[in-house]
């Protein structure tokens, strides 16, 4: 009788589409600048927390209907008629996850509540340049009870700068405007849906300044001269309080617009000791989500115009109203990690690390020498070197070549049959020399 042979089905072991994976050695660059994000949120006082990956549908939900395609769970072997993981999602964002934390936490928080958030969000949209279905978001906000200083409006780019300026990323600009500035301007010239022509501006970089006006008039019912308006505020640009004498001469007059070029010049001016041209007035930023009611940023590459933000955020006037009977006003800002370092490792301007992060490669001579390699590199560990032994007695020639190959700068020789001493050898200049394990440096 014939066995019947099953050949066994190969999957193909394709990345899928949206969700970002690096080599170790560019993995290793992306380490480096979460310590680096994590340092500079530290350095201003900024402290981690940590929220789950998933929440309920009706937090998700919580700031009105979102317009990200959210990633509900699912057992594949819970029974037909449990339903207890229905109405949960993975976290698109990690503001609404924030204001669950800081309603559940509340009375053991203490405020201004200043919090950083390093952490992984899931949309499922469709994947294309900048936009992913898993990517990394690195957040920081000021909340407090009531009302926030001012000076934190000045404060979050302050930090993003020092940040991007120490990852040494190519030429870019935070853009900041308020959208005081905006509704105030709009009501000021009689147009009785300022947030509708808020959300249209905010497409002026995607259709540009005839599309938006052509929208305005047709869809909005603006009139010429409304229209004309709109679309001269969307050109103003300025590094400091000047911006306020352009706006000015366009003719619109109310309270609000005051307090909004008032705040925005109070920004400005504490920026002003930044380099030129790092942080600009763009009267065409707009921020199209409702929940923004005071300043506004976002961060674009000079040298790649057609990308998009790579950092946003603004100023929110109740962060968790939905969860909690108490007013918590806060400013935010959030960078992209993964929309900015897969843009530049697509760009060729990432300069990739070694795969490992060893220093030191020890070789193992013979067998019989095992055990005083394994010794040398416990005490180099002890040292603070991180440090790799290879895995068996080959030929040094291949056991070099492995550390060549990961790019480990240095290769330790223990003493071998014949009587060598402790060597050695630099793979950046060649040179091997003699060294104590116990006191050397490299």
């Known amino acids: 009788m014939l066995a019947l042979v099953t050949e066994h089905q190969i999957v193909r072991p394709t990345p899928i589409s949206g969700f970002p994976e690096w080599l170790p050695e560019v993995r290793r660059v992306e380490l480096r600048w979460l310590d680096t994000i994590r340092a500079a949120f530290e350095r201003y006082g900024f402290c981690s927390v940590e929220t789950p990956s998933v929440e309920s549908l009706d937090v998700l939900a919580s700031k009105g209907e979102t317009s990200q395609e959210v990633y509900t769970l699912r057992r594949l ?10 109405r949960l999602g993975l976290h698109f964002d990690l503001t609404v996850p924030f204001a669950r934390y800081v309603a559940a936490h509340f009375n053991d928080l203490v405020f201004p509540f200043k919090r950083y958030q390093i952490q992984r ?4 949209e469709r994947p294309q340049e900048g936009r992913f279905r898993e990517f990394t978001q690195c957040d920081i906000d000021v ?5 926030v200083p001012a000076h934190f409006d000045a404060e979050l780019p302050r930090v993003v700068h020092e940040i991007f300026t120490e990852l040494a990323l190519p030429a870019r600009t935070i853009r900041i405007n308020n959208r ?16 509708g022509v808020i959300r249209v501006a905010d497409k002026i970089d995607k259709i540009g300044s005839d599309g938006v006006a ?52 109070f920004v400005l001016t504490e920026l002003g000791d930044l380099p030129p041209g790092a942080v600009v007035a763009d009267l065409s930023i707009a921020r199209g989500l409702d929940y ?18 790579i950092c946003s955020g603004g100023r929110y006037d109740d962060l ?20 900015i370092f897969a843009k530049l490792v697509a760009e060729g301007l990432i300069e990739s ?9 020890v070789v193992i001579p013979s067998d019989a020498r095992r055990s005083e390699a394994l010794a040398t590199a416990r005490l180099l560990r002890t040292r603070g070197f991180n440090v790799e032994t290879y895995h068996q007695a080959d030929k040094l020639a291949k056991q070099v070549r492995y550390a060549s190959r990961k790019a480990i700068p240095y290769v330790w020789f223990p003493p071998f049959d014949d009587g060598r001493p402790h060597e050695v050898k630099s793979m950046a200049g060649g040179d091997q020399v003699s060294a104590d394990p116990a006191t050397w440096r490299p």
């Open 121 to 124: 969000v899931w949309r499922g």
């Open 353 to 361: 690390a070694g795969s490992a992060p060893s220093d030191v490669l």
């Open 214 to 265: 052509r929208t305005l008039s047709d869809e909005l019912g603006l009139s010429a001269d409304q229209v004309t308006a709109c679309i001269a505020l969307a050109a103003v640009r300025g590094s400091d309080a000047s911006v306020v004498e352009e706006v000015t001469r366009l003719g619109a007059k109310s309270d609000l617009l005051s307090e909004g070029l008032d705040e925005l010049s």
């Open 77 to 86: 072997q819970a029974d037909a008629d449990d339903h207890s993981d229905a």
């Open 292 to 309: 923004y009611t005071g300043t506004v940023y976002e961060t674009t590459f000079d040298g790649f115009p057609g990308f998009g933000s």
């Open 143 to 147: 909340i407090n009870v009531d009302s």
């Open 180 to 195: 005081k500035v905006l509704q105030g301007f709009y009501e000021g010239h009689g147009i009785g849906d300022p947030l």
């Open 320 to 339: 968790a109203g939905s969860f909690i009977r108490r007013n918590l006003p806060g400013v935010g800002i959030s960078i992209g990690l993964t929309r």
